[in-house]
């Protein structure tokens, strides 16, 4: 049976919609894969250019099956392209599969035919079998089905648990893979891929232990409760031979990104047998997240001695109230501050810290607390990324949100919401607390003593200047003079920029893009 597969992400990375592949090609069904990698300046404007729609229509014109991957900011684009289908009037179903589809397939079965909720590859599987014996695929555990005039909505299936059985994501890109290249779908050669034949995203395990709640994670918790261990990983080996495979058949990749959300889950042994086997068989650098709760100083080491350069930690506030009672994330400040202290520990390693801002359930005094504590702890070895919050359907956060009116225009708050752009955009719409701690971990970056930072942040929170930081005026020329600044450090950069140690093209590939 021919499929095709769709991913609608800004990246041709797609690591799901690969592993579904993949399981496809070895019960021996034929996959087309297309990642319509188009790029936008805002999630609620259309993407794609009638000649491009066009031609993504003639490949998928001949597919008896059409599978897209999305999560909710890819949710328009997935629409256009369903349209377009419908519009030239194929007779081959659409099937919505992804994060969005799991945790809001109320959302999504007006406009797909079919819905997979959860892991795809064996529901996928067994959709594909059904329908190329011409069967009844309508009670397919995972899959909510239109038929009819109404909604079939199937139980989810139990997860599978030996994940060393699945084989490793699709690249093998020269056998009828597709990427958008300069406004054309074309045969995806790894020129072509961006940075993900560069920097390799390498995924060894599956679900979460814990259920933040800004994170979609709570919700596939509910949903495969009673249905399997949901936290499950590959074996050390088997990511070491994927890993190996990629190595002999892409000499354009040269480093690796560890997507995981739980690889510190392992234990110190599992560690070491990472290490040693990375070390003597891949040798690449590599970046990798963990939570406060599982580092060790032991592991940290291991992760070093093979390779690691950059380790990033969710903080996500500095206000211990915030984080237990609104994140439901369960991690005292003192264990938090401790992390940090293991990770500062090895000063050659990258550190990158994450913290979530413009959150409504949260009050001024917690926000202050938690520039305090990044001009405490931040080092000059690290930086900070700093998140606005949003509510992903799904979300505890977003339930309460829902809840309490918080969601006047749903779409318009979820789907089409953008955090880019100019920096008056952003003060205006995240406030000067928000600034000041991007302002003090910066400048804890730089060097500038702990106490001087505290002061300052004293300074600008007391209640005279913020009475003037709330009138409108004094916000636009606040606004001009971080423009100003912005640009006076930018003309200093460019002129120390011959004197700095060029970054390795890995590095340079690892920065986030915008």
Request: aromatic share 10%; hydrophobic share 40%.
């Amino acid at each position: 049976m021919k499929i095709a597969l769709v991913g609608v992400y800004a990246s041709p990375e797609a690591t799901g919609l690969r592993l579904v592949s993949s399981f496809l090609k070895s019960r021996g069904h034929q996959v087309r894969m297309i990642l319509m990698t188009a790029k936008r300046s805002h999630k609620s404007q259309r993407t794609y250019k009638p000649e491009l729609i066009e031609q993504f229509v003639e490949k998928v014109r001949d597919c008896d099956l059409v599978g897209m991957g999305l999560m909710t900011n890819c949710y328009y684009q997935a629409r256009e392209l369903t349209e377009a289908i419908r519009r030239v009037d194929l007779k081959s179903p659409v099937v919505w599969g992804g994060v969005h589809p799991t945790v809001a397939p109320e959302s999504c079965i007006d406009f797909a035919d079919i819905v997979c909720v959860g892991e795809g590859e064996w529901p996928m599987l067994e959709l594909a079998d059904a329908m190329e014996a011409g069967k009844d695929y309508s009670r397919i555990p995972s899959l909510w089905v239109r038929q009819n005039g109404h909604v079939v909505k199937n139980e989810v299936r139990p997860l599978h648990e030996n994940l060393d059985e699945m084989p490793f994501a699709d690249y093998e890109i020269d056998n009828d893979h597709y990427v958008v290249h300069k406004g054309d779908i074309v045969p995806a050669e790894p020129d072509k891929m961006r940075h993900s034949l560069v920097r390799y995203r390498l995924l060894t395990t599956r679900g979460c232990p814990y259920a933040c709640a800004f994170c979609c994670n709570s919700t596939w918790l509910r949903t495969y409760r009673g249905k399997g261990p949901w936290v499950r990983k590959r074996s050390i080996a088997h990511v070491l031979d994927e890993l190996e495979a990629i190595k002999r058949r892409f000499p354009t990749v040269n480093s690796v990104n560890v997507a995981d959300d739980t690889f510190f889950v392992r234990d110190e042994s599992e560690f070491e047998e990472f290490a040693e086997g990375y070390r003597s068989r891949i040798g690449w650098p590599f970046e990798i997240n963990t939570h406060p709760a599982t580092i060790s100083d032991r592991k940290v080491q291991l992760l070093q001695s093979c390779g690691c350069w950059l380790i990033k930690m969710g903080i996500q506030s500095g206000c211990q109230a915030t984080n237990y009672e609104i994140y439901n994330r369960r991690v005292s400040n003192e264990r938090i501050i401790e992390a940090i202290r293991t990770l500062e520990r090895f000063p050659a390693l990258r550190k990158e810290y994450h913290f979530i801002v413009s959150n409504p359930f949260e009050n001024d005094e917690s926000m202050i607390e938690t520039l305090h504590f990044a001009a405490e702890h931040q080092g000059s070895a690290s930086r900070a990324l700093i998140f606005p919050l949003a509510f992903f359907p799904g979300s505890q956060l977003y339930l309460r949100a829902k809840e309490q009116g918080l969601l006047k225009d749903e779409q318009a708050e979820i789907y089409e919401r953008i955090y880019t752009g100019a920096a008056k955009r952003q003060f205006v719409r995240l406030g000067y607390l928000t600034m000041l701690l991007q302002i003090a971990v910066n400048v804890r970056r730089w060097g500038i003593p702990r106490p001087i930072v505290h002061r300052f942040i004293d300074l600008m929170t007391c209640g005279p200047v913020r009475a003037c930081l709330d009138r409108s005026w004094f916000k636009w020329t606040a606004i001009g003079a971080y423009l100003g600044g912005r640009k006076v450090c930018r003309i200093l950069g460019q002129a120390v920029r011959p004197f700095r140690k060029r970054q390795p093209a890995w590095a340079v590939a690892a920065e986030p893009e915008g």
